[in-house]
């Protein structure tokens, strides 16, 4: 599978088990919430810096975004 898909799965999956809309998760990470629907779907390759702010906003590791379930 491909790591930006694996991202985009996983980043789906955290964000739903915390209840956040994509709009609240963006305004967490201080990102468009259309940049991040296109991480999500697997259609943009974010920068690790833009993970790391994701990862902080949902209250994660950074490897649970690369992580393989």
Do not use: C, F
């Not at 985009?8 to 629907?37: C, F």
């Amino acid at each position: 599978m491909d790591v930006r898909v694996r991202v985009g799965l996983n980043l789906q999956a955290l964000r739903r088990d915390r209840g956040y809309s994509q709009e609240e998760l963006a305004h967490r990470a201080a990102m468009h919430q259309t940049y991040l629907s296109g991480i999500e779907r697997g259609r943009r390759n974010p920068s690790v810096l833009v993970l790391a702010r994701i990862a902080e906003a949902l209250g994660v590791d950074l490897q649970d975004l690369t992580r393989k379930r």
